[in-house]
């Protein structure tokens, strides 16, 4: 039980941490796609 909770809470602090390093690029096609590959990582996850 405790090894699935760190697990989820490490899971959710990197994505976090990706989602801010998409954050501080600057506008642009790219960073759009950054966002919409990470979405999609997620929903394949699930």
């Known amino acids: 039980m405790f090894a699935q909770y760190r697990a989820a809470r490490q899971i959710s602090r990197d994505r976090r941490r990706l989602y801010a390093r ?25």
């Open 22 to 46: 998409i954050a501080k690029m600057p506008n642009s096609t790219i960073r759009d796609e950054l966002v919409a590959v990470a979405q999609r990582y997620e929903s394949a996850e699930r």
